[in-house]
Antibody, heavy 120, light 111 residues
Framework: EMQLLESGGGLVQPGGSLRLSCAAS????????MTWVRQAPGKGLEWVSG????????NYADSVKGRFTISRDNSKDTLFLDMNSLRAEDTAVYYC?????????????WGRGTLVTVSS | QSVLTQPPSVSGAPGQRVTISCTGS?????????VHWYRQFPGTAPKLLIS???KRPSGVPDRFSGSKSGTSASLAITGLQVDDEAEYYC???????????FGGGTKLTVL
C-alpha cells in the first residue's frame, strides 16, 4: 500500500526553525516529483514547494521563498522541508504529496499532515 | 484571495445534482493548463477526486465528473448522498505566479 507519513511538526517561536520529514513507502519514491501543501486553521489549501525526481529541481511559493528549503533523500525514501525565519502566518497543517505529471502536476497521494504552530 | 475562484458553498438534497465551478484566467485554466479536483473531509487530508479535467482515479464513482471550457472548469456530482458532504478544491498551474494554485474551496452541504 502506498503511504506517506509526515513528522517534525510542533510549536516554535517566531523567527525559529523547524525541519519536516515525509517518509514514503509502497512506491518507487525516486521516480516521482514530490510536493508540500499547507492548510492554515480554517483556511484552504496553499501549495508551498515542489521538487522534481530526475534532477531535484525545486520551486517555491512566493510566501516562503528564501525561508523554506525542500530536499529529498532517495536512498531513504524521504522528503524534507527546512523552515527558517518562521512567522505566525506559517502556522498550518503541512501535507506532503506524491506528484503525477500531466501537462500540470497533480497530487495523487497525500500524507495525514503535521501541524506547525508558530507562536510565542 | 485565490487565483482560482470557487463558490464558498453549494447545497442540494439527496439524489439531486450539483455543480461546483472553478473560474480562472488566461494565465492558468485559459492557458490550457489542466484542472484537478480534490475532496477533503473535516480533520482529514485531501484526496484526489478528478485528474486532468475529467479523469476519475480508481475507486471514484461515476457520479463525479469534471469538465473544462475556456477559463473555467466544473465538478458535477449526481445522485447526491449525505456522505458527499465535504470541502472540494480545484487546482491548476498559473504561469504568471509560476506556481501550482488551488481554488479557495467549496463546502458542499447535503440538505
Amino acid at each position: 500500500e502506498m503511504q506517506l507519513l509526515e513528522s517534525g511538526g510542533g510549536l516554535v517561536q517566531p523567527g525559529g526553525s523547524l525541519r519536516l520529514s515525509c517518509a514514503a513507502s509502497g512506491f518507487t519514491f525516486s521516480s516521482y516529483p514530490m510536493t508540500w501543501v499547507r492548510q492554515a486553521p480554517g483556511k484552504g489549501l496553499e501549495w508551498v514547494s515542489g521538487i522534481r525526481d530526475f534532477d531535484s529541481h525545486t520551486n517555491y511559493a512566493d510566501s516562503v521563498k528564501g525561508r523554506f528549503t525542500i530536499s529529498r533523500d532517495n536512498s531513504k525514501d524521504t522528503l524534507f522541508l527546512d523552515m527558517n525565519s518562521l512567522r505566525a502566518e506559517d502556522t498550518a497543517v503541512y501535507y506532503c504529496a506524491k506528484v503525477t505529471v500531466a501537462l500540470t502536476w497533480y497530487f495523487d497521494l497525500w500524507g495525514r499532515g503535521t501541524l506547525v504552530t508558530v507562536s510565542s | 484571495q485565490s487565483v482560482l475562484t470557487q463558490p464558498p458553498s453549494v447545497s442540494g438534497a439527496p439524489g439531486q445534482r450539483v455543480t461546483i465551478s472553478c473560474t480562472g484566467s488566461r494565465s492558468n485554466i485559459g492557458a490550457g493548463y489542466d484542472v484537478h479536483w480534490y475532496r477533503q473531509f473535516p480533520g482529514t487530508a485531501p484526496k484526489l477526486l478528478i485528474s486532468v479535467n475529467s479523469k476519475r482515479p480508481s475507486g471514484v464513482p461515476d457520479r463525479f465528473s469534471g469538465s473544462k471550457s475556456g477559463t473555467s472548469a466544473s465538478l458535477a456530482i449526481t445522485g447526491l448522498q449525505v456522505d458527499d458532504e465535504a470541502e472540494y478544491y480545484c487546482q491548476s498551474y498559473d504561469s504568471s505566479v509560476t506556481a501550482w494554485v488551488f481554488g479557495g474551496g467549496t463546502k458542499l452541504t447535503v440538505l
